[in-house]
């Protein structure tokens, strides 16, 4: 199994849909665990950290299956502003984030 | 808001030559990092760096890169005979203890874009 493997993409949705994006890793020890958001030739930036509990952010809501070691993100009432690729990230320990693939999101009018 | 910064944003430079890529931390932050992208493909992790020392290094961060705190301030990234393969966004980030410390949120700087033909 990859470190990080991400749904590959590209996700082409309309306004207003419903998107989930699914993530695993390989490391069972891994500590933290986040979606940063990039948009093009851009850096990397925090979307959300993502808990073992499940936690929500307006319109994104992440889960965290430690057991499977499976992460996901959804988005509700997608904006045309959502546009961008979507980096499952995992933090191995000591600053070591290991990046998926990432997945691109294209929204569409 | 407190950012990190990356100057060059843009270096182009000879295969062989050694190109310094330089980073400013969010001030009050303790560990820092260099990650790349080659074009077209994911985000690695280089080294992170913490009480002056590597913390932790990837198998890519071999003998030609080395990174410096060389004061108070900056955190640099020395490539040493760069070759083509090189070229990449190399993205500097810093974490501070009040957001997790090394575990916690990573704040990247808009990268160096480095070219080398």
């Known amino acids: 199994r990859k470190e990080v493997e991400q749904d590959p993409g590209p996700f082409n949705v309309p306004e207003g849909a419903t998107v989930a994006f699914n993530c695993t890793y390989s490391?069972?020890?891994?500590?933290?665990f986040f979606w940063y958001r990039q948009d093009c030739r851009k850096e990397p930036k925090l979307l959300m950290s993502?808990?073992?509990s499940g936690n929500e952010d307006g319109r994104f809501t992440a889960q965290l299956n430690r057991a499977s070691q499976y992460i996901s993100l959804l988005i509700r009432d997608s904006k045309l502003s959502d546009s961008a690729t979507y980096l499952c990230?995992?933090?191995?320990?000591?600053?070591?984030?290991?990046f998926g693939q990432g997945t691109e999101l294209s929204v569409k009018p | 808001e407190p950012e990190v910064t990356q100057t060059p944003s843009h270096q182009v430079t000879q295969m062989g030559q050694e190109v310094i890529l330089r980073c400013v931390p969010i001030?009050?932050?303790?560990?820092f990092y260099w990650y790349r992208q080659i074009l077209g493909q994911k985000v690695e992790f280089l080294v992170s760096?913490?009480?002056?020392?590597?913390?932790?290094k990837s198998e890519i961060f071999d003998d030609q890169f080395s990174v410096e705190r060389p004061d108070g301030s900056n955190f640099t990234l020395k490539i040493r005979s760069t070759k083509l393969e090189d070229s990449a966004m190399y993205f500097c980030?810093?974490?501070?203890?009040?957001?997790?410390?090394?575990?916690?949120?990573?704040?990247f700087g808009e990268g160096s874009r480095l070219t080398v033909l």
């Open positions: 980030a810093s974490s501070g203890p009040s957001a997790g410390g090394p575990t916690g949120e990573l704040f």
């Open positions: 490391n069972s020890a891994s500590q933290s």
């Open positions: 993502v808990y073992s």
């Open positions: 990230v995992v933090n191995y320990g000591r600053g070591k984030l290991i």
């Open positions: 001030s009050n932050h303790l560990y």
């Open positions: 760096f913490y009480n002056n020392e590597i913390s932790e």
